[in-house]
């Protein structure tokens, strides 16, 4: 089994603690969970469905609470650190009657910041994501992957130093897929956030992350994780390489040997 | 957008055109029918004596026509204030809506007919009336509208759960309560609640109708079901058809404002309000 390289330099921004999840019908989704997430890093949570990468997202942003284990942030004082996450789902989940630039402004809103002030940084934010010229546009007079766009930049609008994103891109076709994983990568070196992403694909977390925690079937919990040997600036020079096709090799057979634990067994 | 800019499609002229002929071609036999047979018009009146009996009679049916018309609106706009405000006070509390729901229910599916002549016996006959048009259009509202603030995206709550911080007090958690009502699920509601108020605006009408008659034979009242009960026992069957075309045209006027209503405020974001692509 691939070793957990974890880099020992930076302190944990979130660490999680044999943390289990049991829902109110009796279903364990979760169990002894264990993960370190770095400052500033890309970690893909990487398992088959059902097996409460959703539910490990939620605990994260306070959504709900953890039947057993803890989960504790770095500075360490129990202080509701939901203001600092920003949260993509995996339908874009737009409010379908507001604009574009009304659906980025929400999580401003609900912090008090007015729509003039805001503008300035909607306008960045959209620009950010390549949807300048849109702010006005309803959410039914877009694309998909433009709608997408508009979940992130809203998830972003409040400069999150944790973005937590749920298969954001599952619904996509491929070519669009691809153009935002670049973009995701970009955004990452511009803002320089920590950035949880939980995908079904070997290939799209490879591309994507420093780090790859790889799930057990339900109950849940991190079979392995491991680190993506490569350098951070990735394009499509890097999708056609060897080097990936190595990675996403290593990755599926973790993977495979992950699928056949029993789960929740720690 | 330019996109939004979208020509009239073809078929929506089709849909004024083919039911204006079906129509013209309906009354075209009709007229010719009575013509041709002779039918008396105690039997049957021809399209046009129906057309100059509403003339000649305009200022009996047109008072008439006023007083079922304010009856009609009352109804309806005290039924979307109540309608929302209970659906609100519902929506708010599993407990208050456990309680008092099955009462909205139980007063909705007792028909009408049977309640107006208890109502004309409690009230004064005008009360009585728009109490009626009230209870048939109350229920489509308020059930319309607790189901759409009910259907409010979960995730778009959990977003809002999320970024509208911690609420501490029970003060914090009711203001917190109000503020997700207002951004997420009153937007959400309505759809669902301009649909109810698109049923409301017909049930209303038929309640005030229906009052009316009851209260028609105690003879007091001068809305149109009851120039049309007058007209039936004197046998002046012209006069009950003009009568009858108002009361339809009313309802159609209803259903055409509020559908209107309906696309005017959801024109921007709700399939039902769409132009179908030309
Ligand atoms: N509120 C809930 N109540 C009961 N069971 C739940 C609840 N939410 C999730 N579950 C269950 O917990 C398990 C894990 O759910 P979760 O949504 O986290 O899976 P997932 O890994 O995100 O799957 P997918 O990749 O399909 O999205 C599932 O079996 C699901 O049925
Ligand atoms: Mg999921």
């Not at chain 1, 942030?73 to 989940?93: C, K, L, M, N």
């Not at chain 1, 799209?204 to 790889?214: C, G």
């Not at chain 2, 607790?146 to 995206?153: I, N, P, R, T, V």
Request: net charge positive.
């Amino acid at each position: 089994m691939a070793a957990s390289l974890q880099p020992q330099s930076a302190s944990p921004l979130v660490s999680l603690r044999g943390v289990g999840k049991t829902f109110a019908n009796g279903l364990t989704a979760l169990s002894a969970f264990d993960l370190d997430i770095l400052p500033c890093e890309f970690i893909s949570l990487l398992g088959p469905s059902g097996c409460g990468k959703s539910t490990i997202l939620r605990l994260i942003a306070g959504l709900s609470e953890p039947t057993s284990g803890s989960l504790a942030w770095s500075d360490a004082t129990p202080a509701d650190h939901r203001s600092e996450i920003g949260y993509v789902f995996q339908d874009p989940t737009l409010m379908p009657w507001a604009s574009v630039a009304d659906n980025v402004w929400f999580p401003l809103r609900l912090r008090g910041v007015s729509k003039r002030e805001a503008a300035s940084r909607i306008d960045d934010i959209l620009s950010m994501v390549g949807l300048d010229g849109f702010a006005r546009a309803y959410p039914r007079e877009l694309s998909g992957g433009m709608r997408m766009r508009v979940s992130i930049a809203r998830a972003l609008s409040l400069r999150p130093k944790l973005l937590l994103m749920d298969e954001p891109f599952a619904a996509l076709d491929e070519i669009t897929r691809f153009k935002l994983n670049d973009d995701l990568l970009r955004l990452k070196r511009e803002l320089d956030c920590t950035i949880v992403f939980v995908t079904h694909s070997v290939y799209e977390s490879v591309y994507l992350s420093d780090r790859i925690a790889v799930m057990t079937p339900r109950p849940g919990h991190v079979a392995a994780t491991m680190t993506v040997d490569a350098p951070r600036e990735r394009d499509a020079r890097f999708r056609a390489s060897a080097t990936y096709a190595k990675l996403c090799g290593q990755v599926s057979d973790i993977l495979a040997r992950a699928m056949i634990l029993p789960g929740g067994a720690s | 957008m330019s996109e939004t800019a979208r020509t009239q499609p073809k078929h929506s002229a089709s849909r004024i055109w083919l039911p204006a002929i079906v129509f013209v071609a309906a009354i075209a036999a009709w007229e010719a029918y009575v013509r041709m047979a002779g039918v008396p018009a105690y039997i049957l009146p021809a399209p046009s004596l129906i057309v100059t009996t509403l003339v000649a009679d305009w200022p009996v049916l047109s008072v008439a026509l006023l007083v079922t018309l304010k009856t009609t609106l009352a109804g309806l706009a005290l039924a979307v204030i109540g309608g929302v405000a209970l659906a609100l006070l519902l929506s708010l509390s599993r407990v208050v809506e456990y309680s008092i729901y099955p009462f909205a229910v139980a007063l909705q599916v007792t028909p009408v007919v049977a309640i107006s002549p208890l109502l004309l016996i409690y009230m004064p006959q005008e009360i009585a009336v728009l109490a009626c048009a009230w209870i048939v259009a109350f229920f489509p509202i308020l059930s319309n509208t607790m189901l759409g603030l009910q259907s409010a995206d979960r995730n778009l709550l959990d977003l809002f759960a999320l970024y509208s911080g911690n609420p501490m007090t029970l003060r914090q958690r009711l203001a917190s309560r109000l503020k997700a009502l207002w951004l997420l699920r009153f937007p959400a509601a309505l759809p669902s609640f301009l649909t109810g108020m698109k049923i409301a605006g017909g049930l209303s009408l038929i309640g005030a109708v229906v009052a009316e008659m009851a209260a028609g034979s105690a003879g007091v009242s001068s809305g149109l079901a009851y120039r049309i009960i007058e007209s039936q026992y004197r046998l002046n069957i012209p006069r009950l058809f003009a009568a009858l075309v108002l009361l339809a045209l009313t309802g159609i006027v209803i259903f055409l404002v509020t559908s209107a209503l309906s696309r005017l405020a959801l024109r921007h974001w709700h399939e039902s309000a769409m132009e179908p692509e030309a």
